[in-house]
């Protein structure tokens, strides 16, 4: 497939150096709340490699020793000691695997609520760049990568080559010049594994990029099913993914292709350093310069030998991956949030007025396409809503209406200006202790799959389900949620599904009123709700407004007659403020849009 066909933003980074000892130090630091049990996990490594040697030494005393003598009562010494060594190393390994395990489940556990927390942090900047579906695979795979190093890769990288240099001193000691021969084959290993290193770092790297490419297609085509099946494009889509997907395939067939040789090519390098030693070792033996217990110890120590080696390879691309993929979480972590509480943040005042007040207020999204400067969506804002008025503002699509809101809940911040709550900088306060006042309905509601009681309160036990049925009865909503089959404890499915849009919009108001904010701001909140539903909001709304500082942001400006005072905004501007009569006598822009609203 092109590459024109994928969006760069879900590519993933290529792989960076297979080594990066600041990336490991940063990854060892999560060892440190359970050095413990590492230090445990170590030392049962150590005792393992040590059993390793157990077995043919042994043997070679039964061989040299015990046979010869005719001595059964030392036979059987070395055999019950043979199996103590067996069944001791099988309750190590036991223990070890266990213990490895659960020390690379914990460090993903640690991990991953680091990561989630952090997301958490971020303003909606943050994810305007970084796409769900990156985002996922963060928290997911690339941590996923990371618990296979801590209980497969990082400990028991100690086991391997402890397990080597033992097993290269005591070849050495009992035979050097057997010893060397042994090794003979060792410069074509080496080069087998460079060759098998280079190979598998470039089809992982390539796994990688497709697999990037699988989630992003995945995330995207499922979240907009409603558009392919709307316009028919199934079956392009369905192409589109096996192309894809078939990509993910070939990369992974290569991978496999590459173990397939590398296995067998080392076994046959075993098999050729066992024949050298058999070899070398019966030209001995019929010269008496060697015992066959050294042989046959030889012939197993040169078995246990190559494992290692091949665990060692295999460990070479895990942490390889492992330091893409730390590296790809530590920048994540690494990224400052765009808006972050004041380190001694002040107090809003207590009991709140519910006053707000924007001074001379720009700010931009972006910067133009030369860089020079910003592309400004609100210019020099400056306006106050004082406590319990009734605010409405209004204008085209674009006209920075929602930019408001998003400034005033602290989701960005502007580049110039102040925006004041209570006579208070927003910048100086805590955002939660910000948002706790305000109370915001959006146009495009979102509920979470769980039931309809949590989607009230959201988890809030200070709210009491008599609170919440009180809210839902004020605003309309008790009437459809007494008809679920469980009423407030009914699942209500992902985003909502099983209510109508109307139904959904009517949960949220419920929601901003059993938090019971000083502010309530509506952000084209009855655009999706039908004239009945709307007319039996507008009614409660007369009532719960009462006192309460409200914004209301509407295209339907019959919505906003009544409002205390109408700003009207234009390509970033505030051009008119009024009450609704002065701005028709007016005759200006919003005189405009109404002329414009009865006609259509």
Excluded at 54 to 63: D, H, Q, R, S
Excluded at 112 to 129: G, K, N, P, T
Excluded at 180 to 195: E, I, K, S, T
Excluded at 500 to 514: H, M, T
């Amino acid at each position: 497939m092109a590459a024109t066909d994928m969006e760069p933003l879900h590519e993933e980074d290529a792989l960076g150096k297979a080594y990066d000892a600041r990336l490991m130090q940063r990854l060892l630091r999560y060892l440190k709340p359970y050095r413990w049990k590492v230090a445990l996990s170590v030392l049962m490594l150590l005792v393992i490699a040590a059993l390793e040697l157990v077995g043919p030494y042994l043997t070679m005393l039964a061989l040299d020793v015990a046979i010869p003598a005719g001595d059964l009562g030392f036979l059987g010494t070395l055999a019950l000691a043979y199996l103590v060594a067996l069944l001791l190393n099988f309750g190590l390994q036991y223990g070890q695997t266990v213990l490895t395990t659960w020390l690379g489940q914990r460090i993903m556990f640690d991990l991953r609520r680091q990561v989630f927390a952090h997301l958490q942090r971020q303003s909606l900047r943050f994810f305007d760049r970084n796409p769900v579906g990156r985002l996922m695979t963060r928290v997911t795979n690339d941590v996923e990568v990371l618990n296979q190093l801590f209980s497969s890769g990082i400990v028991t990288v100690f086991g391997d080559v402890f397990t080597l240099a033992l097993i290269v001193g005591v070849m050495l000691w009992l035979d050097w010049r057997l010893a060397l021969v042994a090794f003979a084959v060792m410069p074509f290993v080496v080069l087998v594994a460079f060759v098998f290193r280079a190979k598998v770092r470039e089809a992982y790297r390539e796994i990688r990029v497709r697999l990037a490419r699988i989630n992003s297609f995945l995330q995207e085509r499922i979240t907009g099913v409603s558009v392919v099946q709307l316009f028919g494009r199934e079956r392009r889509t369905a192409d589109r993914f096996q192309d894809i997907n078939r990509d993910h395939l070939e990369a992974h067939l290569r991978s496999i292709t590459y173990y397939a040789l590398f296995y067998p090519v080392i076994e046959i390098l075993t098999t050729i350093a066992l024949a050298l030693i058999l070899i070398y070792g019966g030209a001995r033996l019929l010269d008496e310069t060697i015992t066959v217990g050294v042989v046959t110890a030889f012939l197993m120590y040169s078995r246990r030998f190559f494992r290692p080696i091949q665990d060692l390879s295999e460990k070479y691309n895990m942490l390889q991956g492992a330091m893409a993929s730390s590296e790809r979480i530590f920048r994540l972590l690494d990224t400052p949030a765009d808006v972050e509480d004041p380190p001694r943040p002040d107090t809003l005042p207590t009991p709140g007025r519910g006053e707000i007040e924007f001074r001379n207020v720009w700010f931009a999204y972006t910067r133009t396409q030369d860089g020079n400067d910003w592309d400004w969506v609100l210019r020099d804002v400056s306006f106050r809503a004082a406590p319990g008025e009734r605010l409405a503002v209004v204008g085209h699509t674009g006209a920075g209406k929602t930019t408001l809101i998003n400034l005033l809940m602290r989701f960005y911040e502007p580049q110039n200006g102040e925006i004041l709550f209570d006579g208070v900088p927003i910048r100086q306060v805590a955002q939660k202790d910000l948002r706790e006042r305000i109370g915001l309905v959006l146009q495009d509601v979102f509920l979470f799959s769980r039931s309809v009681d949590y989607n009230v309160r959201l988890g809030r036990d200070d709210i009491s389900p008599d609170q919440v049925r009180q809210a839902t009865q004020r605003v309309g909503a008790d009437r459809y949620i007494q008809r679920l089959p469980r009423n407030y404890d009914s699942a209500l499915g992902e985003r909502g599904a099983s209510l109508s849009v109307g139904e959904r919009q009517l949960l949220s108001f419920a929601r901003a009123l059993a938090f019971d904010p000083l502010v309530l701001i509506l952000d084209e909140a009855t655009s999706s709700v039908d004239s009945v539903l709307e007319a039996q909001i507008q009614q409660a709304l007369e009532t719960l407004l009462q006192g309460r500082t409200s914004i209301v942001i509407a295209h339907r400006l019959s919505t906003v007659q009544n409002a205390d005072r109408i700003l009207v905004f234009h390509h970033g501007v505030l051009r008119e403020s009024g009450r609704h009569e002065e701005l028709v006598e007016r005759g200006g822009l919003y005189a405009r849009l109404q002329e414009f609203a009865a006609a259509s």
